[in-house]
């Protein structure tokens, strides 16, 4: 059930633009302290055409609600 609603159902939603989906994507692995997904999170970003400075600020706009110290890692 878990894989098919992340990978299906909810992933098929489009509530939210690519854009702003490619913003929240980096900002996980810094939530949840998941070090190895940063990179296929950032990569998936940077092939929906967000600007690098762009998730770069919505990582770091992220520490303010995760952890500071998390944030310092990811970047």
């Known amino acids: 059930m878990v894989p098919n609603l992340a990978w299906g159902a ?3 939603r489009s ?3 690519c854009t702003a989906r490619s913003a929240i994507a980096p900002t996980v692995p810094n939530a949840g302290c998941h070090w190895e997904e940063l ?3 950032v ?3 940077l092939r929906n055409r967000m600007p690098a400075d762009e998730i770069k600020e919505a990582v770091i706009r992220s520490a303010s ?3 500071t110290p998390a944030a310092n890692i990811t970047l």
């Open 10 to 12: 909810i992933r098929a």
């Open 15 to 17: 509530c939210l633009p």
């Open 39 to 41: 990179d296929i999170r």
């Open 43 to 45: 990569n998936s970003a």
């Open 65 to 67: 609600y995760c952890s």
